[in-house]
């Protein structure tokens, strides 16, 4: 073979080389490219999936806390809790007790203040029936202290007359007994009160006999 030949053949050897180099190389690129790819879009599913994974082991782990309570903190928890309980339920009996003791102490001495009335009606009667002469004399006089006297006790322990004259009929208070003409009040009005009524502290001990204005 002639020295032109080799030459050529060996420059039509080299043109095919760096061909095949320049296919390979782009080959090359184009799979770098698309591991490249592949990789992005699989990086935000597979952090999400570690997310995941980390929070079930969490869950897992205080299941497993629960599961492994110690038994006798459990039972120390429930001793603890039903002596909350009791103590709670005796609180409350006591002041259910107290409040019914209360109400049954007012009740008796409600019963016992109504009984002394009629004689403090008597009293008023009585002093009433004073002549004016002898109003100054000194058993007038000892009958008024007596009974002044009685009726600062009664107040002392929650007795308070009922206003009644010139108020308007309440029924929860007054006990109308009759119904007068009166020039003075309207009609409805309390125009005269016949027998005192009084209150012990917010109850009615005995009503207000009175006649109301027609």
Known sequence: MSEDKKKASS???????KKK????????????????????AQTPDTQEEKDDA????TVEKEKN??????????????????????????????????????QQFELGQGNVLEKLLP?????????AAVPEAEKDGAFADGMNKIYKQLIKQLEDLGVTPIEAVGK??????????????????????VAQE????YMFH???????????AQ
Do not use: C, W
């Not at 180099?21 to 990789?39: D, G, H, S, Y």
């Not at 016949?194 to 009524?197: A, E, F, R, S, V």
């Open 21 to 40: 180099e320049e296919v390979l190389e782009n080959i090359m690129e184009e799979l770098e490219e698309e591991a490249k790819e592949k990789e992005t």
């Open 168 to 189: 308007e009929f309440d029924p929860n208070l007054h006990n109308a007994v009759m119904q007068v003409e009166s020039q003075e009040y309207e009609s409805g009005i």
């Open 194 to 197: 016949l027998q005192k009524g």
């Open 54 to 57: 980390e929070k079930e082991a």
């Open 202 to 212: 917010d109850t009615v001990l005995r009503h207000s006999m009175v006649a109301v």
């Open 11 to 17: 420059k039509a050897k080299t043109a095919e080389e």
């Open 119 to 127: 004689v403090v009606d008597n009293f008023e009667r009585g002093l």
């Open 65 to 102: 806390k629960k599961e492994k309570k110690n038994p006798l903190q459990e039972k120390i928890d429930e001793l603890n809790d039903k002596v909350l309980r009791q103590m709670a339920e005796f609180e409350n009996f006591r002041k259910r007790t107290d409040k019914e003791k209360s």
